[in-house]
Nanobody, 115 residues
């Protein structure tokens, strides 16, 4: 089993930055497969970013150039640095991990960007 705990959400103004953290515990052998989804009110959950491999990361077009994911292998942690935030980035952000055994989700953290 894998447990994911997010932190770092909050309320900011447009143009400001936030950093989200996700700490993983349990049967984690690699941070490949770690990523973030988000879900805005009335919308489907969407993939924001995923670490595919040590040399490949997927970013959705809506966040490319503004968001950056980083990893700290020794702590089984990933971080999402979100810059130049926009009101449309407002959503609950979920840490996600996928491996051969299944999908794992964090509890979510609210990010609200005011205009």
């Amino acid at each position: 089993q894998v447990q994911l705990v997010e932190s770092g959400g909050g309320l900011v103004q447009a143009g400001e930055s936030l950093r989200l953290s996700c700490a993983a515990s349990g049967s984690i052998f690699s941070l490949n497969g770690m990523g973030w989804y988000r879900q805005a009110p009335g919308k489907q959950r969407e993939l924001v970013v995923r670490i595919v491999s040590s040399s490949d990361t997927y970013y959705s077009d809506s966040v490319k150039g503004r968001f950056t994911i980083s990893r700290e292998n020794a702590k089984n942690a990933v971080y999402l640095q979100m810059n130049s935030l926009k009101p449309e980035d407002t959503a609950v952000y979920y840490c996600h991990y996928i491996n051969a055994r299944g999908n794992y989700w964090g509890q979510g953290t609210q990010v609200t960007v005011s205009s």
